[in-house]
């Protein structure tokens, strides 16, 4: 291959070099622009000479300023850069931009499993509610009991899952921001991908009792002991309970009621729905500068596909994305959507304060080795995975999706809490961007992984669902890789597993817990 780098804009004065392995000093460029240095892939070189304090130029937006000369043909890192500030919340585009309205996009199915509240599964999963980290043991001993003895007898029931956590108890349950996770672990155990089906498993001395967790009225429930749909009674086992002689009586206690909902779950089947019941998440991991040339361009174009087909989109991650304020208030359908985005980036920089940090803690080393030098050129690339749709809503952290079309859900931009909170929000499936390499995944809805560059598509190649680094080698263009993703979307929405499913990757769910441990 020969000496390659990628320009993102016009103005940019620096750009990224895109050869695996980077290249040596002496290197010369088709332009005739020769690498003083050795500069690795996915790191920027300077196009022309950079006086001290200048401003450093990529995707047009000054991603900071330089600490010293930089002649043309240097590597341009963090350590020779001054972040600029971030952009302040106030006097931002409101709204303001007026897109050509993306043109409706029929006749795409897949095979999902409808639910009686709307919604629309990609998987049919019997999910154990916990209301305690307590119970977290007990519940998993028992899943793998009924994996084990029970789950071959009902074909049509793609898995158990506990939905265990941290939280529950020495908590300060009542402070105001404790609504955040029990929203959180109360919407998850309606995610569409569990059928309506709900099963707690409660301590019994905890504070979040499963009636605070799931009020009378949430969802309608079958009473374990013979009641209708409809019914206020939930189904918990309580570990507590006298009638729970021993371990082994708590154990058969879980798995009698799991067969009860194992049941009703065996009885569904997919049919044909539109491509207007997916909800997807998107997200970005392991990210390096490739991200925001390939695989979240892509992504982005997808999105898009999405929003025309009349399907749900949410991005998220609130540090990742907080550079580009700017951008996401300008593209807000309304003021009220926009208000609602400088909220949610309002309270998250006083989240940040009281932990005396900022902004700038969101890069990690793995995203400095991949060439990104701080969080304003992380969210530049970040922002593209939301393509080019209006922003028609905005989801606090914890709370459910009710309306179609592409939704900016607040999150931290921790994978596992990003994930654990798109899951409440009601996705069916989730879409995985990385450039360093991550395993992620999730037991409660299938993901689709996509690689930044070829080099990590081909080493892990039974780990990763799509290859875009093919677009920064010009063997694919962002259109087609876009095109090939949301294909695979229905295809994994039908029942086609990913490569996480198959090895049976998943996280650990992690509620976002801001109120105060007791």
Not at 360 to 378: M, W, Y
Request: net charge negative.
């Amino acid at each position: 291959m020969d000496p390659l780098f990628i320009r993102m804009h016009a103005a940019d004065n620096v750009a990224i070099v895109a050869n695996d392995g980077g290249l040596p000093a002496g290197t010369v460029f088709p332009c005739g622009l020769q690498l003083r240095e050795q500069v690795p892939q996915g790191h920027k070189l300077s196009l022309v000479d950079i006086a001290a304090g200048a401003a450093v130029l990529r995707y047009n937006v000054m991603i900071g300023t330089a600490l010293r000369d930089i002649p043309a043909g240097s590597w341009v890192h963090e350590r020779i850069l001054r972040m600029p500030p971030a952009r302040a919340l106030t006097q931002l585009p409101m709204a303001t931009v007026k897109p050509v309205p993306l043109m409706p996009l029929a006749g795409h199915t897949f095979e999902g499993y409808r639910n009686t509240d709307g919604s629309v599964g990609s998987r049919n999963i019997l999910a154990i509610t916990t209301t305690v980290q307590c119970v977290a043991g007990v519940v998993d001993f028992a899943v793998q009991r009924i994996k084990a003895e029970l789950l071959s007898r009902y074909p049509n029931v793609d898995d158990v899952v506990g939905l265990e956590h941290s939280y529950g108890c020495g908590v300060a349950i009542d402070a105001p921001d404790a609504i955040i996770p029990i929203r959180t672990l109360r919407n998850i155990s309606l995610n569409p991908n569990f059928g309506g089906e709900v099963m707690i498993v409660s301590l019994g001395c905890e504070k979040l009792q499963p009636e605070r967790l799931l009020p009378p009225g949430v969802i309608p429930i079958t009473d374990q002991r013979g009641g209708a749909p409809g019914d206020d009674k939930l189904d918990v086992v309580c570990l507590q309970d006298e009638e729970h002689i021993g371990f082994m009586s708590m154990i058969d206690s879980v798995m009698r009621q799991a067969k009860v909902h194992l049941e009703r779950l065996n009885m569904r089947r997919r049919e044909t729905c539109p491509a207007s019941e997916l909800v997807v998440g998107v997200q970005c991991g392991g990210s390096d500068a490739f991200s925001g040339v390939t695989a979240n361009p892509a992504v982005g174009f997808a999105s898009d596909l999405l929003v025309r087909a009349g399907a749900t989109v949410m991005f998220s991650e609130v540090t990742e994305v907080r550079d580009g304020i700017d951008q996401l208030t300008a593209r807000a359908i309304n003021t009220e959507v926009a208000e609602a985005m400088i909220r949610e980036m309002a309270w998250y920089d006083l989240y940040l304060e009281k932990g005396q940090v900022d902004r700038s803690a969101n890069t990690t080393p793995g995203n400095r080795k991949g060439g990104l030098s701080n969080i304003v050129e992380k969210a530049m690339g970040s922002i593209v995975k939301s393509g080019t749709a209006p922003i028609v809503g905005v989801l606090a952290p914890g709370e459910k999706v009710r309306q179609k079309g592409l939704i900016y859900a607040a999150t931290p931009a921790s994978d596992f809490i990003c994930g654990t909170l798109q899951l409440a929000a009601g996705i069916n499936l989730h879409v995985f961007t990385t450039g360093r390499g991550t395993p992620y995944g999730l037991a409660q809805v299938p993901v689709i992984k996509v690689a930044t560059r070829s080099d990590l598509a081909r080493r892990w190649h039974d780990l990763m669902d799509v290859d875009a680094g093919r677009i920064a080698t010009g063997e694919a263009t962002i259109e087609d890789v876009g095109w090939e993703l949301f294909r695979l979307m229905l295809e994994v929405a039908s029942g086609k597993k990913t490569w996480a499913e198959h090895w049976k990757l998943h996280n650990a769910l992690v509620l976002f817990n801001p109120a105060p441990i007791t």
